[in-house]
Structures are given as C-alpha cells and as structure tokens.
C-alpha cells in the first residue's frame, strides 16, 4: 500500500516535497514512479527511480527542477520539486512496479495522489 503526501498551494517559483510511505517489507524490490494528472487531460510520467536509486530518470518537463530520491530504510520515496510553474499543477500518484518504464500502465501498485497546485 502507498501512501502520498506533501501536496499543497504553493506559488510559481517555489518548492515542495513529495513523499510516498510503502507499507510491508519489501519497498526495495520495486522501482518507484511518480506520474501526475491535470485537471482534463491524462495521467503523465515525472519521474522514475530504480531500486537501489542509483538510476533516475524525468520527463523532459521537469528535468533540472524535479528530483527524486527514495529511503529503502524507511520505505519512502521523494519527489523535490523547485522552481513551480502553474503547468505543474495536478494531482500527483506514486506507483510501483518491477521495471523502469516511463509507461503508467507498467506500475501496478498506485498510491492515493496528493494535490499540488502552482499559483501564477
């Protein structure tokens, strides 16, 4: 089971951090997804990040302000976001699943999402 949280109103230019608690045991055997969705249009990949975190990997959108990171002790994994733009609000999902992939329907454990919305 994931859970999300983090999310909030924050204005453009500004940060946030994302976090996803995984419950059980075996958070480490899984890469980690975060994916986010807008108001009308479909759910889009951010960021991936292998089990070990030694691989990253962002959409073009978010490169160079977004970064992901996880916690294997604490079954946790990050997304800092800096420098928002209003376009980056969504809600945002974590997700897990066994390969890195930049493809929602390749993670097959989803979190609750947590809002994020960037005021201009």
């Known amino acids: 089971q994931l859970q999300a949280s983090g999310g909030g109103l924050v204005q453009a230019g500004g940060s946030l951090r994302l976090s996803c608690a995984a419950s059980g045991r075996t958070f480490s055997r899984y890469v980690m997804g975060w994916f986010r969705q807008a108001p009308g249009k479909e759910r889009e990949f951010v960021a991936a990040?292998?089990?070990?975190?030694?691989?990253?990997y962002y959409d073009d959108s978010v490169k160079g302000r977004f970064t992901i990171s996880r916690d294997n002790a604490k079954n946790t994994v990050y997304l800092q976001m800096n420098s928002l733009k209003p376009e980056d609000t969504a809600v945002y999902y974590c997700?897990?699943?066994?390969?890195?992939?930049?493809?929602?329907?390749?993670?097959?454990?989803w979190g609750q999402g947590t809002l994020v919305t960037v005021s201009s």
């Open positions: 997700a897990a699943g066994f390969t890195i992939t930049t493809m929602s329907d390749d993670f097959g454990d």
């Open positions: 990040i292998s089990r070990t975190g030694g691989s990253r």
